[in-house]
Nanobody
Framework: QVRLVESGGGSVQPGGSLRLSCAAS????????VGWYRRAPGKLRESIAG???????TYADYVKGRFTVSRDTDKKLVDLQMNSLNAEDAAVHLC?????????WGQGTQVTDAS
């Protein structure tokens, strides 16, 4: 059973930064793609960014230049560095790992607007 645990959420002022981590129970190299998503109240779930098995990365247009996704294969982590945060970034942030036909989700970590 694959387990993903997100951490690093919190309350942040506009313009602030947070670093989220997604810890996997097995090697992240086993997955085709590990991505970050967010779900805000009253909105559909959105894709944020992710890293492919071949180290390529994908970003949603609204985070380009602000967020950076990275992975540490030794620690089995996929991190999301978020800078220049604003109120629209407040949401539950979730990690998903894709492996063939299977998708594995974490429980999420909350990012809130402190303004």
């Amino acid at each position: 059973q694959v387990r993903l645990v997100e951490s690093g959420g919190g309350s942040v002022q506009p313009g602030g930064s947070l670093r989220l981590s997604c810890a996997a129970s097995e090697s992240i190299l086993d997955f085709d793609y590990v991505g970050w998503y967010r779900r805000a109240p009253g909105k559909l779930r959105e894709s944020i960014a992710g890293v492919h098995s071949g180290e390529g990365t994908t970003y949603a247009d609204y985070v380009k230049g602000r967020f950076t996704v990275s992975r540490d294969t030794d620690k089995k982590l996929v991190d999301l560095q978020m800078n220049s945060l604003n109120a629209e970034d407040a949401a539950v942030h979730l990690c998903k790992a894709d492996s063939g036909y299977y998708n594995h989700w974490g429980q999420g970590t909350q990012v809130t607007d402190a303004s």
